[in-house]
């Protein structure tokens, strides 16, 4: 019997009818496979795993969640053999596909980041309600986080991973920080907590408009801060360092109701599990990619390698210091070079006359920012500042001391840090600002070279000024 003839029959079964439709979902990363099952207003999700201890495991972890009225659908109906079992349809919108436009661009809207900070709010639940009263010995392969279970995924990435790269490296150096970061990440463990193991968007429905959690039969008794690791610093996410602060932010408030836990010391225990959770992830996309062939997860491993570079750089883990070597130069491998030398943001900055049109964006990207200095007190209005420029200490002296364009300048350096900061996140390559006055020869210049200088000075990006009226341009 072949799996759609065993998912009628079971559907017949549950419903006393006969299906009209059975439609085979997009598969994830086991081997698990999913089916859309209908009869009329009667729709379900079949599923069929390869594995019946984990089956069992996701099937009592299920119910143990349902009696606590948390949000996950409902097993309705198992097989015989635990082979097959029949779930609540809770339709087709994932959190990772409501959010695409703002994964994709690197900006999430307001309504895509309520709906991440609504999930996150969730995670505590799950993790302290949901553990409450758990019989964790349902849990597959293993029911707790352990040195094991540490292990398993230390050797994960070692062997899946870094081999596969052929980076040269000591096993027993690298061993020896393996041991003293499985002890910090086992410090104090004394958890009575669910950890969800694969607590990412892909496994996060919206039903209704509200969050519900699948997957999670790779659940055991462990610490809350790998799963706060995992979500936020998933490989694809593209979250900006203030999304992940918000994000951060708003389980620690959630978490309130459950423990207390001061920020420093919750933010110096998830930076462990960060990196750990990063080098698992590494592992698996080695072996999903590397030795299954799957090409979807090689094309994930940029974006793990890009959160790695950011962890061992800006913030280095100088209590193990070979694995720190090691994984610096993991980033800087040849196969990855493209992934750290990212096109440099290009910031082109213009100063123009109004009365000859404002700049075109040859770049093809909408022109920018577009600032009116006309209301500036103008110094071109008085014979003596007629033959000079923006750039002479004359008008300078006359710009400053009226202290409009200070003010002005203010204003403008604010949103360009915003817009250049956003914009080197993205990975976006250009950039472009222009201001115009009257002439083009006094206020717009002297504006133009101020800001070039402001952001040259405090980003690494590259900076062109362009004085079109007088015919000058310069790279900073």
Known sequence: MDNRDKIAEIFEEYTHEKSEEITELPSSGSNRRYFRVSNGDISLIAAKGTSIEENEAFIEIDKHFKLRGLPVPEVLYVSENKEYYLQQDLGDVTLYGAVTRGRESGHYSEEEVELLKRTMEQLPRIQFEGGSGMDYSVCYPQSEFDREMVFFDFNYFKYCFLKATGL????????????????????????????????????VMLYNGDPYFIDFQGGRKGPIFYDVASFIWQARANYSEELKDVLIKTYQGALKKYCDISDSDFRKRLRLFVLFRTMQVLGAYGFRGYFEKKPHFLQSVPFAIDNLRRLVHEYPFVEFPYLQRILVNLTEMRQFSDLRTHPQLEVRIFSFAYKKGIPADETGNGGGYVFDCRAIENPGKYDRYKQFTGLDQEVVKFLEDDGGVLKFLDNVYGMADAHVKRYIERKFTSLMFSFGCTGGQHRSVYCAHHLAEHIAKKFNVTVKLFDRELNISETY
């Open 168 to 203: 040269e490296f000591n096993e027993i150096d690298l061993q020896n920080d393996f041991d003293k970061f499985a002890d910090a990440l086992l410090n104090g463990r004394d958890w009575s907590t669910f950890l969800y193991r694969d607590f990412q968007a892909r496994n």
